[in-house]
């Protein structure tokens, strides 16, 4: 029986259960799939259960907001992704260690190439909207992959310090709060903020009736709605836009590995997830 979960604050609408439920399914693998909602001030709570992935009692678990950072003191190691990054997203147990990982970076760029098809070789320049956890994650699998990244956020001094992490020349930042930015210079806008998430529908990180170039894409890391505002406005304009849904199933996936040695098709996935 292999038992995985969740930890965040809060976790009602979480789609993780889906995903893993249908890939452990997909694996013929019996197992379970648990949220545990942990406050963001129960570090104790966040040990205990900690402790059960080291005695093996829960094979591994994902992590997200408000613990990616929280968990990090807790690890015996992290692998080089998470590292670099400054967050956590999965934990599991390796050689009598407690290793932290992270597969949003490589789940987001897996999703990416599928929204970009194989027809885009040329790397551009990226527009991130945003600076917390998530950017960071976008960030560094853009710079990665040869990118030229500008940074926008309203907290300019978080874009600076999230950008001096990463020292690169192909990473800027930009001082705007409105976002209100020269958007046709950008091949890619990617939206890693909580603007247009459920209950707030009719909002859109991009100032209304923004016109975007024809052949920018629009990745909303948002995907609940389904459709957010960002995506609904860009594909009325013709442009490709794509939610965040294809990036939460990669990541769940290549966690999945990890835990279970099991690689599984997202495609399969995708078609249950619609």
Known sequence: MIHLGLIGYPLGHSLSPKIHTAALEVCSLEG????????????QGL?????????????????????KQNVIELMDELMPTAEAIGAVNTIY????????????????????KQVLNSSFIIHHSALVLGAGGS???VVYALLNDGW??????????????????FASDKLQVTDNS??????????????????GMTPNVDQ??????????????????????????????????????????????EQALLAFEIWTGKP???????????
């Not at 379970?32 to 570090?43: A, G, R, S």
């Not at 599984?264 to 619609?274: G, H, N, T």
């Open 32 to 43: 379970e799939y648990l949220l545990y909602p942990i406050h963001p001030d129960d570090k």
């Open 47 to 67: 040990k205990n259960l900690l402790a059960r992935v080291r005695t093996g009692e829960i094979t591994g678990l994902n992590v997200t907001i408000p613990h």
């Open 93 to 112: 147990m390796h050689e009598n260690k407690l290793i932290g990982d992270n597969t949003d970076a490589p789940g987001f760029l897996a999703d990416l």
């Open 135 to 137: 950017a960071r994650a």
């Open 148 to 165: 030229n990244v500008t940074i926008a956020a309203r907290r300019i001094e978080q874009a600076q310090q999230l950008a001096d992490s």
């Open 178 to 195: 409105a976002f209100i930015l020269p958007h046709s210079s950008f091949d890619l806008i990617v939206n890693t903020t909580p603007v």
């Open 204 to 249: 859109s990180p991009l100032p209304e009736n923004t016109n975007l170039s024809f052949d920018t894409i629009i990745y909303d890391l948002v995907y609940n709605p389904r459709e957010t505002k960002l995506v609904k406005d860009a594909r009325m304009q013709g442009l490709n836009a794509t939610t965040g849904l294809g990036m939460l199933i």
């Open 264 to 274: 599984v098709d997202s495609d399969a996935i995708r078609k249950v997830m619609k």
